[in-house]
């Protein structure tokens, strides 16, 4: 993984490496169709490069485009029959079906209602398109996803923040795990709902995340020893 | 004289006649992809020029930079998610760990590096006694 430069959008990144003649683009970028064989910038930001062949932007981007296979935290906005409407922090609503939980059959449906928190993988994102979520995987095992439990906070955190908890090589969430007895749900959406067994832990958690985004620039890790 | 490279064709009336109904079906149809060929080619090698021979895949930013489950427990909170925990993250994070640790720790280091400069030493002192000796008995002959 190597940073390459700043750019901007409108900007022609030319000499692109591939494997076997696929290039795999990230978020920010698009297809040049003016010239062949080059990508188009659409946001600014810092432009990655991970070899072989992958390419992609890191910017302050706020507002959260959904992408396949995302794993987001989404809240219920709305229940129709046998779909849900779920608020993702994209441009639109994202529809999950009551069908897609673990176990549910059209007779035993699960119970979910408006203002309950899910824990989802997207199945589908277009641009045209509403996108769809599951609470399964494909072997129809809810794994990892599902409905969180009511006891616990949700709270907004920024899209750069989210990425950087759910990298492995970021200590925070471990470190915070030997203070606290907690249990977290990161959505790649900039959502982020956490539960304790006390309040108070859970405030205190709040404001570690709340710390550190604010402070994103400076080393997380000194922060993190300021407040524990 | 009729070269040989030029293919033989049956003449309409040939064709028209019942017995050769599938020949002529067969016939017709290699005329088609011909013509069909002769029509698209112009237009696929302007498409390709101006598209160009990458195929461009878009992925979201979790497999740019590998990101994990984001459903985590810790200290017992949630018995369910810290057994799928065991099997996934736990074996990413002592993979982390072992990249930072270093393969050799400074002191084993020191250790080792201190064995084997007296290692070459003594080495060093062995050949430059054998040497003496090797002298003393040319000498011895010589005499």
């Known amino acids: ?228 | 004289m009729t070269s040989q490279n030029q293919e033989v064709q049956l003449s309409k009336t040939i064709l028209e006649m019942k017995f050769m109904k599938k020949t002529k079906e067969k016939v017709e149809k290699a005329l088609e992809d011909k013509e069909g060929n002769a029509m698209y080619s112009n237009e696929i090698t302007e498409e390709m020029r101006r598209s160009g021979n990458l195929v461009f895949v878009s992925t979201s930013i979790t497999n740019c930079k590998n990101l994990i489950d984001g459903r985590l427990s810790f200290g017992g909170m949630n018995a369910d998610i810290e057994k799928i925990m065991a099997n996934e993250f736990a074996k990413l994070v002592e993979q982390e760990e072992k990249k930072k640790e270093k393969d050799v720790t400074d002191v084993e280091m020191a250790q080792g590096y201190s064995t084997l400069v007296n290692n070459m030493a003594k080495k060093f002192n062995k050949k430059s006694k054998n040497k003496n000796k090797k002298s003393k008995k040319g000498n011895d002959q010589v005499e």
């Open chain 1, 1 to 228: 993984m190597s940073q390459i430069e700043f750019v901007l959008p409108g900007q022609v990144v030319k000499d692109v490496k591939s494997v076997r003649g696929v290039t795999i683009l990230g978020p920010g970028l698009r297809q040049n169709e003016d010239q062949p064989n080059t990508i188009c910038v659409t946001q600014p930001g810092k432009l990655y490069f991970k070899s072989p062949n992958v390419y992609w932007i890191e910017g302050n981007r706020n507002r959260y485009i959904p992408k396949k296979y995302d794993l987001v935290v989404g809240v219920i906005v709305k229940k129709s029959g046998d779909m849900l409407k779920v608020d993702i922090g994209s441009a639109e609503h994202a529809s999950l079906s009551l069908l897609a939980f673990e176990g549910a059959t059209k007779k035993q449906k699960p119970d979910v209602q408006v203002g309950d928190i899910v824990y989802a993988k997207l199945l589908n994102a277009h641009r045209e398109m509403e996108p769809e979520l599951v609470c399964v995987d494909s072997y129809y095992r809810a794994g990892t996803l599902g409905v969180l439990s009511n006891d616990g906070f949700l709270m907004n955190i920024s899209l750069t923040l989210a990425q950087k908890l759910l990298d492995i090589q970021n200590p925070l969430l471990r470190s915070l795990g030997k203070r606290f007895c907690y249990e977290i749900a990161v959505g790649v959406n900039g959502k982020l709902w956490i539960n304790a067994r006390k309040t108070k832990d859970v405030l205190n958690l709040m404001k570690v995340f709340q710390i550190t985004d604010q402070n994103a620039k400076t080393d997380l890790s000194e922060v993190n020893k300021s407040i524990l």
